[in-house]
């Protein structure tokens, strides 16, 4: 952490690289926690005081007590949602009001836009995405056509404004044959959350920021989804619709690059994927399944079973490179524990092309592996470096070395104490 920078913490596959654990470890050093990309198709499940909260759209500096909490211009925002996450959060105790600022500029999520995320998906048939139904990619189609509503907007002739962008939704979903919804009673309570969201300061972010920065301030960009869900860079079309990637720090915070400080890249000690697309690792076997059972991996939205593989290096090298990644951090090595043999993908394979970068089409790839010991025995106690088993740690070198990257935090158990700086 550097005064007057914006470190930015990333998942850096696909999601879910567990950074709802290890944010109460970063968050407290920081004065400001921002995100800057996504929505409510965000799960970071957080224990804290005993608890277990799933943050969608709020910074975990929610936790701290001093920490100013910004939800950024390069977000979208569903009123209903924000204000059922926001209630949960003060039914705990938490004061919200003074310590959470929302960007004008962010772009409301309507409940037609998730009417319009089922109606895309239907129409799509088999190459459906798999979203997570949150009305993302049609909000940020809104703001990309330049008729999306912003949280500004909810502040001066909300109604009319509403009225017109609910209309030309409806008219897309009669021409898509999609007209057996009811969507009265979400409504109502979305209408409760836009009047609840008048609470809170909603102002120009980026602003704020840079004049915090200027005074010396740290921030801490706190990414959503993964790298490979980025618009671009990600395994287009099967991707999220916002810039999850350090880009999008820019873009999404009002910050400019050289503002930039560390990029922790997070990673876990293997791969896992949620919805569809592109996954040369996944596998459809009984590791597969143990990986899954061991690791927990059913979706923290949506529930859905997570598709799992060994640890991929083709995609790593990926998004070490598109972000700029200074330190590496681990998760979940404990879900290897039991494996006598643990596997690499080192490179992709196609008929007779063999490639270590990222093709442009990633569908009908097979990975190519290298296989190392497996340490056999429990990480979950462990709290210093110098008692890793010998194989893990070679595991940990091996990584390092192939990725070129330093790996400074390894997570060896759910508990917090269980984060060991290197
Ligand atoms: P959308 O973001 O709901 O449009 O979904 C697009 C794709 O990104 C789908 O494959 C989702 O499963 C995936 N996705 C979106 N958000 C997350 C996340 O927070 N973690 C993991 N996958 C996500």
């Not at 499940?45 to 920490?67: C, E, Q, W, Y």
């Not at 002739?157 to 979400?186: C, S, V, W």
């Not at 404990?334 to 006598?340: E, I, N, P, R, W």
């Not at 643990?342 to 063999?354: D, F, L, M, N």
Request: aromatic share 10%.
């Amino acid at each position: 952490m550097e005064k007057g920078k914006v470190d930015a913490l990333l998942g850096i596959v696909f999601g879910d690289e567990g950074k709802g654990k290890v944010v109460d470890f970063f968050t407290p050093r920081y004065d400001v926690v921002a995100r800057f990309a996504g929505g409510p198709n965000a799960g970071h499940t957080i224990i804290f005081g005993g608890k277990k909260f799933v943050l969608r759209s709020i910074p975990s500096g929610i936790f701290n007590d001093g920490a100013l909490n910004v939800i950024g211009n390069g977000c979208v925002i569903a009123p209903d949602l924000f204000m059922q996450e926001a209630q949960e959060l003060e039914a705990a105790g938490y004061t919200l009001t003074d310590r959470l600022h929302i960007s004008r500029r962010a772009h409301l999520i309507l409940p037609t836009h998730r009417l319009l995320d089922r109606a895309y998906e239907a129409a799509k048939g088999k190459d459906k995405v798999g979203t997570t139904g949150k009305g993302i990619g049609p909000t940020y189609s809104d703001k990309a056509t330049r008729v999306g509503l912003r949280v500004g907007d909810i502040l001066e002739n909300f109604p009319e404004k509403y009225a017109r962008l609910k209309a030309r939704h409806e008219q897309i979903l009669r021409d898509l044959g999609f007209t057996d919804y009811d969507i009265a009673g979400e409504e109502a309570r979305w209408m409760q959350g836009v009047e609840y969201m008048k609470q809170f300061p909603l102002t120009d972010t980026e602003v704020e920021i840079n004049r915090l920065l200027a005074e010396g301030k740290s921030v801490l960009a706190e990414g959503a989804q993964g790298s490979l869900l980025d618009i671009d860079h990600g395994t287009y079309p099967f991707v999220s619709s916002s810039s999850t990637t350090v880009g999008g720090v820019c873009t999404g915070l009002g910050v400019a690059p050289q503002r930039i400080g560390h990029v922790y890249g997070i990673f876990k000690a293997y791969s896992t994927r949620v919805g569809s697309g592109p996954f040369p690792v996944e596998l459809f076997d009984e590791t597969g399944d143990r990986l899954r059972d061991i690791g927990h991996e059913y979706g923290a939205v949506t529930g859905r079973n997570r598709r799992c593989g060994w640890i991929d290096l083709v995609a790593l090298k990926y998004a070490i490179m598109i972000n700029g990644v200074t330190d590496l951090v681990m998760m979940k090595s404990d879900v290897l524990d039991t494996f006598a043999s643990i596997r690499v993908c080192t490179a992709y394979r196609k008929g007779g092309e063999v490639t270590d970068t990222m093709p442009y089409d990633t569908e009908g790839w097979e990975a190519v592996y290298e296989e190392l010991p497996g340490w056999q025995t429990p990480l979950t106690a462990l709290r210093d470096e110098a008692d890793f088993p010998a194989p893990f740690r070679a595991y940990i070198d091996y990584l390092e070395r192939e990725l070129q990257t330093p790996i400074k935090i390894v997570s060896v158990s759910p508990d917090r104490e269980a984060t060991i700086l290197r």
